[in-house]
Every structure is written in C-alpha cells, then in structure tokens.
C-alpha cells in the first residue's frame, strides 16, 4: 500500500509538505514556511506540523525539494533538527537553501545535488527530477516509480516555451511517462481560476526593456529577488539603454550575487554599482534594483519611499516599476509604499500598465496540457486553496480523468493506493495530524492558539493587572493596586481603577476565611471583568496577582 500523505499546502497557499509513504520508506516532498496573517501577532513564521513524519523517522529517506521559493523549504531550519534527513534538490534549489542555512548554524543536513532527469534512488522509490519553468530557476517536477506505478508531482510549474535561461519543461519526458502510463499526478493549482496561458518572462524583458529606455531620470524596478531572470531582464535592460545598476538590499544583493556565480546572469563590468555610488551617477543613467516588492517595512523600496534611505533619495520624475504581484495579504502594504512614493513625485507603474510582471503558476490552458501529457489514472490538485483544489479538479475530468478517480484533498487526509484485481485502485485513508506550528524570533512551537488568543485580546482590548497582598487569614494587606495597558488613558481611568480596587476589596472580604489562592485570584479576574464589561462595554485581559505572606 501506497500512501499519499499531504501535510501542507492543499487548502491553503503556503507551507507546502507532502509525504510519500509505503511500508518501508517514506520521503517528504518540499518543507515550505507560511507567512502568518494580520490575526496572528507576533508570529514571525508560520510552518507545517510533521509529527507524522517524526512518528516514523526510523523510514525517512529524504527531503526532495522541487524548487527554492520559501512556501517549499523554508521550514527547513526550524524542522530538519527534528528529521536528520538529507536533502535532495537542483544545484540551484540547493544553493539557494544553503545560503539561508548560513544563519542557522545548528541546521546542518546533507545536500545531495541532482540533475534533470537524472534517476535518485530513496529506499523503494526512485525519483527522476524534470526541468519545469517556474518564476525560479533550477525547478523541477519529479517521477518518482513506486509498487503501484509511477507517480507524478509537478512542483510549481508554468509553460514557458522560450524561457530565459534555455531550460523549457520537459515535454518530452512528461508525454513518455504519460505514454507508459502515470498511476497519479498531482499538479499545481494555484490559478485554476485563470483561463488561457501565462505569458513568457520574455514579454516582460522587452516591457522593462522600453520602460528602462523611455524613462527620462532615474528608474527604480522592485521584484522577487529570488527570480533571476527578471534580475537578468532588468540589468540587460539597462546596460541596453547606457545605465549603471545599483543594487539595493541585502537579498538582492545575495541574488545577483549567486545568479552570477551559477552562469545565470552575465553583467559586463562596471554595471554594478554599490548604493554609495548614487549620488555621483547622472540622473538618466541609474537603475535600482530594490528589494520591497510586497511593502516590507525594513525594505531598501519602503525607506527609499519615505525619504531615508541613507544613499538613495528620489526626484519627481523619477520612475518606479513594480514588476510583481501583491502577494494577498500585503495590498495594504504595498498601496502605502505607493502612496509614499506618489509624495515624492515620482511616477509609478506597476501591471495595470503592462506585461511587467508575469505568474509563475500554469493557467487553465498549461494546467491541461499537463493532464493530457501524463494521462494520469488519478489525480490530487495540490498547491491552492480549496477553491483551486476543486476547480482544477474539474480540468482534471474534462481531460479524461474518470470523475471518480480525482480526489480533492487537504492536509491530513491521506489517499491510498494499491495493487487490486482490476489494476491499482484508490481511496481517502483516515485523516492523521496535520496542521501549524508558530515560530516567533528563535523558538518553535511555543507559542500556540492560547498564546495567540492572548495577543488578540491584548492587541483589541489591552491588559487590565490587579495586584493584591493577603496575609494566611485572607486579611488584606496591601493593594488592590490595578495597571491598565491599553485600555483608558491613564487619567480617564482613574476614577474607574478606584472603583475597581474597593470592589475587589469587597469581593474578597466576602470570600470565606478558608478560600485557596485560586478561588482568590479568580474572583478578582470575575470583579474587574465584570465591571469593565459594565462601564466599558468591554472585555480586556484580567491578570490577577494574588500573593500571600
Ligand atoms: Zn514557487
């Protein structure tokens, strides 16, 4: 039995983590990170729960990564100390994890570098990497062959016929397994809702390429830093039009950096100029690359915008290309770095005025092409909220698959496939653990949804702290002294802290002599909350600290 264990990234966008798993081995499929939402403050990193996996180390082959954006190994540093696991990947995925490694000294997993096509055998399973085209390089989709047949998960993908770098997907390897026969394929989502075909990264070098040459002053472009080739676009674009680069901040740095290195970007000397270098450069012969795309407040782009970047300061007439998507969740975000940037004066353009950003997730048409290529028996969307999931499902059946053999699952509901009589069959398993774990600053997992609802409260209705001292016999002894954080102004709640005091005197004096310590600190929670909720109409966090001399 064959058993297809989704532990991230089916029914919502992020933290993406599959588990493959038969009676001896068992490999997960990307270790990505969520980034957290507006209702979970203080969260820095949001990442899947693998307790399942832990469960059953002792048959872990691998981690088999399918690319290097953050939702597919992220959770990597805070996960593999609880795996010990090596790592598989493209040299580039893998470079790119190491770089992020750096920082977490005590993460120290092999990295086993492979090539397209190349044949990797994890215990039972053999993987063979595909080359897919995706808003990364080094992507790829894996065939990986198993007692029921081979199987086929896309990782990210689009069809990018002519992609920058000369690695298209491998069509011709995805129609012969489909040829052969592929049991299950599980393919990318994420714009299943999204009729027609992608467009290529090559539109988006000649719109940044007329962008770059028609702007009269300076121009600034902001992207994904991780996206080489639009690196590649931008300072190809400017060298064309006679403009030095300056690059500005440190992932894009580290990028540029690594593209060069790896043969991916080829900059003629002298390009590249360090952000001390701006201020001696003719207006009309600089481009910034800035990291910021999605509004980050710490961003190279956000201080630029605010007027305090400390080398770069921006004219009106100056020209700022937004050559990204608002990731959701960052609109807000982004439209204040606009803001800010409209208050200099200086122009903005961003996808409503063309092809300067492309996605890198297959539309319906590319979504179909891949069905009908592999010709899968099953099919699992994976990679996309539920919406995606059963939209996708339904290309699925439009290409063929039988209504019956595609599953829409999400985390922790496994799908299981065997040998029957009448060729493999399938069915939903029970559901196992799946689900979250927080990462704030350097600890995982200690902060939970009580923690959470905590921050909540705090953040909407502030703290209200009633300190008292009580000898054996329950006498007062000193206090009530009540802080409030967060709820009244300190002299609109004077009157009300006095009030609060003489209730939780008397609230205490008519306790019985014997009353523990929790009863006591309870009752002093019930008094104030109760009179918050009376006055205020509201409900803020009540600490009560009972001590006894
Ligand atoms: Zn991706």
């Known amino acids: 039995m064959l058993r297809i264990v989704p532990l991230g990234g089916l029914g919502h966008i992020g933290g993406n983590a599959l588990a493959i798993e038969n009676d001896t ?4 499929v990307d270790c990505g990170l969520l980034f957290p939402s507006e209702d979970q403050p203080g969260v820095d990193y949001v990442i899947p729960d693998l307790s399942w996996v832990r469960e059953r180390r002792d048959k872990l082959k691998g981690i088999v990564l399918t690319h290097a954006h953050e939702d597919h190994l992220g959770a990597i540093p805070y996960l593999w100390q609880d795996l010990l696991t090596p790592v598989y990947g493209s040299p580039f995925t893998l470079a790119m994890l190491a770089m992020k490694l750096v920082e977490f000294p005590e993460c120290t997993p092999t990295l086993r570098p492979f090539a397209d096509r190349e044949v990797v055998r994890l215990g039972d399973f053999v993987v063979r990497p595909l080359a897919v085209t995706h808003s990364i390089p080094g992507a790829v989709a894996l065939a990986i062959d198993t007692e029921v047949g081979t199987i086929v998960h896309t990782g990210d993908f689009k069809l990018d ?17 489909g040829a052969a026969g592929v049991t299950l394929l599980m393919s990318d989502s994420t714009n299943a809702e999204k009729g027609g075909h992608t467009y290529g990264e090559r539109v988006v070098a000649d719109t940044l390429k007329d962008l770059i040459a028609t702007a009269p002053f300076r121009v600034v472009v902001t992207a994904f830093s991780s996206n080489i080739f639009r690196l590649r676009s931008i300072i190809e674009a400017s060298e064309a039009a006679g403009r030095r680069v300056v690059l500005a901040g440190r992932s894009v740095d580290q990028n540029v950096t690594l593209g060069i290195e790896r043969g991916l970007l080829h900059v003629r000397p002298g390009t590249l100029k360090a952000p001390d270098a701006f201020d001696a450069l003719p207006r009309s012969a600089v481009t910034v690359i800035a990291g910021g795309s999605q509004g980050e407040p710490q961003s190279a782009l956000s201080r630029i915008a605010m007027a305090q970047h400390s080398d770069i ?7 700022v290309i937004f050559s990204s998507r608002r990731i959701p969740g960052n609109e807000r975000a982004v439209a204040a770095v606009m803001n800010n940037l409209c208050r200099l004066g200086v122009e903005v353009v961003d996808d409503r005025a063309g092809h300067v950003h492309a996605s890198g997730h297959a539309f319906n048409d590319e979504q179909r092409a ?20 059963w939209q996708h499902g339904l290309i699925a059946r439009d290409a063929g698959v039988a209504h019956e053999n595609v599953f829409v699952l999400e985390d922790g509901q496994p799908l299981e496939l065997w040998n029957g009589p009448r060729g493999v069959e399938a069915r939903r398993g029970e559901p196992v653990r799946a689900g979250f774990v927080y990462v704030d600053g350097k600890k995982v997992g200690d902060v939970g949804e009580v923690v959470l609802r905590d921050r909540r409260v705090l953040s909407e209705t502030g703290m209200v702290l009633c300190v008292v001292v009580l000898d054996e016999t329950g006498e007062l002894v000193a206090g009530p002294d009540i802080v409030t954080r967060g709820v009244l102004h300190q002299e609109a709640s004077q009157e009300l802290v006095a009030r609060g005091a003489e209730e939780v005197r008397l609230a205490l004096r008519k306790l019985e002599v014997h009353a523990d310590h929790a009863t006591r600190a309870e009752e002093v929670r019930v008094t104030l909350r109760r009179l918050f909720r009376r006055e205020l109409d509201r409900r803020p966090l009540v600490i009560p600290v009972v001590m006894t001399i």
Not at 164 to 171: I, Q
Not at 313 to 319: K, M, Q, S, V, W
Not at 370 to 389: I, K, N, Q, T
């Open 313 to 319: 300061a921006l004219e009106p007439g100056d020209r």
């Open 161 to 177: 016929r002519d992609p920058l770098d000369g690695r298209p997907t491998d069509e011709a390897s995805l129609r012969a397994l």
């Open 370 to 389: 891949m069905l009908d290529w592999c010709r899968p028996r099953f099919f699992v969307p994976v990679h996309g909220e539920y919406r995606h999931l």
């Open 25 to 28: 081995s068992l490999v997960i």
